[in-house]
């Protein structure tokens, strides 16, 4: 306990000592929000890669993994596309866009790029960015004293609070940068950690073909892409696990690392670090937990009873089982990495939606941003105030959570409201501020629908495994296309200044 708990403070005392050397370098918005736009593809890619994925694949894939076996994978596939996606098809038009309106913020691209003069794109950017985002948070901070109570058995009230005054020290010092800086940091260990992690688990249990051997055992439905046949629900499963892929094709939290990129040189070597991480990485997790369900349980047990709820516990589990207390102890701060590598960038993205897309876009215009950057450290905290308590409540009124459920609602969220839009601002030149507003509000309002209204009801239990992120998706899409195609109120000076835009980020100058 002593070795664990050494190596989790040493690496909680780096967070904070990065934050401390971050803030020397924040003199402005620009700084707090977007590191001044000044990072490279390295810390671009990394940061990306450990923000976009979160406690959910440290304790929920693998668990995933556990739970249904290689069913698991299209997850794998969805995210692998999703980020091949945005980085191969829409990072280099959208890297141009945001400089050339000098845009430090998602909101400030949707409103340079729809010349939204009444910032009504910006308010509800704002609302919606406030109030997912503390619900992803949430999650993250609810996953962090699960992570305490797991590894080290620690209280989870503990945990949770411990965990939580970290990430505030080091991010409202530096913002942006030292959230950049600690996710090179975070991102690293926990690829490291998964690549590693089924590797010397396939060692133990004899080989490849141990495991397999094992799983069959156990249940063959864990051996098959199908999860055991080609039924309804099997199919909406794996549409819906693919589906997760889908929100790194525009949400804030991701496309502002393109934002403060260098300049779009860093794109193409970005691309290959985000795809083989994404791939070795979440491949390793998904194969980590199967391995687990071989080593850690044998047929006719009872997967809660051994691995918890959803196979969550199968990560602490089967590192307690494999490596000595000062591996355990690393892989207790990559844990630790995923989550707070999400918590920091999120709570930033809020923080600017709060005071420089509202308070000041909105409500000041005229104030200087200089004078911000101390408003947006206090926002930060009440934000974060905000993400404690929901967690807090959620922990109480909802004691068989799981990690999973939880960040994928906030995930899906913020994906089906912004998503679309992003994808449609880049490539249609069709799109309209009304169809904007359109597409926004439905998929905000549409995750909540189909997660609490439609999916239990009788009609939508069949759809019930597809989740709510591709029916939020679609509906976003058709409602944004709709409401621009019928839209009259759009004149010819807008649609040229929107095709000169488009052609110019499409073009081949760098």
């Not at 708990?5 to 909680?12: E, G, H, K, Q």
């Not at 440290?58 to 668990?63: A, C, D, E, P, R």
């Not at 991102?187 to 950690?193: A, D």
């Not at 807090?392 to 912004?418: E, K, M």
Request: glycine share 10%; with cysteine; hydrophobic share 55%.
């Amino acid at each position: 306990m002593v070795v664990k708990l050494t190596i989790v403070i040493a690496y909680m005392a780096g967070l904070v000592w990065l934050g401390i050397v971050a803030s020397r370098r924040v003199s402005d918005t620009r700084d707090y929000f977007a590191a001044g736009k000044t990072l490279g593809f390295w810390a671009t890619a990394f940061s990306a890669r450990a923000t976009g994925e979160s406690a959910w694949l440290l304790l929920g894939l693998t668990g995933m993994g556990a739970a249904i076996g290689l069913h698991a994978m299209w997850v794998v596939l969805g995210e692998t596309l999703g980020v091949a996606a945005a980085w191969i098809l829409m990072a280099r038009r959208f890297k141009r866009l945001t400089d050339r309106y000098d845009s430090i913020t998602i909101p400030d691209y949707l409103e340079s790029r729809f010349r939204d003069d009444r910032h009504l794109i910006r308010k509800i950017s704002a609302f919606v960015l406030v109030v997912f985002v503390t619900i992803y948070v949430s999650a993250q901070i609810d996953a962090t004293g699960k992570a305490f109570e797991s590894f080290l058995q620690w209280d989870y009230y503990v945990g949770v609070f411990v965990g939580f005054f970290v990430v505030l020290l080091y991010i409202t010092t530096g913002g942006f940068l030292a959230v950049a800086w600690s996710d090179v940091v975070q991102g690293s260990l926990m690829f490291v950690g998964l690549v590693l992690l089924p590797i010397v688990g396939i060692v133990a249990a004899g080989g490849v073909g141990e495991v397999a051997a094992g799983l069959e055992a156990i249940d063959p439905k864990l051996l098959t892409w199908s999860g055991g046949g080609w039924t309804t629900a099997t199919v909406m499963s794996a549409i819906g696990g693919a589906m997760i892929g889908a929100g790194f094709l525009g949400s804030p939290q991701i496309f502002v690392r393109y934002i403060a990129m260098r300049d779009t040189n860093e794109i193409r070597p970005g691309t290959f670090v985000a795809i083989i991480w994404t791939l070795l990485a979440d491949g390793g997790a998904v194969v980590a937990g199967m391995v687990g369900r071989h080593l850690l349980t044998k047929p006719g047990d009872d997967l809660v009873s051994v691995l918890g709820d959803g196979g969550e516990q199968v990560l602490p589990l089967l590192v307690d089982q494999l490596f000595p207390l000062v591996i355990v102890g690393i892989y207790v701060a990559v844990v630790l990495s995923a989550i707070m590598s999400t918590v920091d960038s999120l709570l930033v993205v809020a923080a600017s939606a709060a005071v420089r897309d509202w308070y000041q876009q909105v409500r000041n215009p005229d104030l200087p941003d200089a004078e911000l950057t101390g408003m947006a450290r206090t926002v930060t905290l009440a934000l974060a105030g905000m993400a404690l308590g929901l967690a807090l409540s959620v922990a109480a009124v909802s004691p068989d959570r799981t990690v999973f459920w939880f960040v994928i609602f906030g995930w899906s969220g913020i994906a089906a409201t912004f998503c679309p839009t992003i994808v449609m601002s880049l490539f249609w030149r069709g799109l309209t501020r009304r169809g904007v507003v359109a597409a926004m509000l439905t998929g905000f309002v549409c995750v909540p629908l189909f997660k609490f209204v439609v999916f239990p009801s009788e009609l939508g239990s069949q759809l019930a495994a597809l989740s709510e992120l591709p029916p939020a998706f679609a509906l976003s899409f058709a409602a944004g296309a709709v409401a621009s195609w019928t839209d009259t109120t759009v004149d010819d000076a807008f649609r040229r200044d929107v095709a000169a835009d488009l052609d110019w980020a499409a073009g081949s100058e760098p």
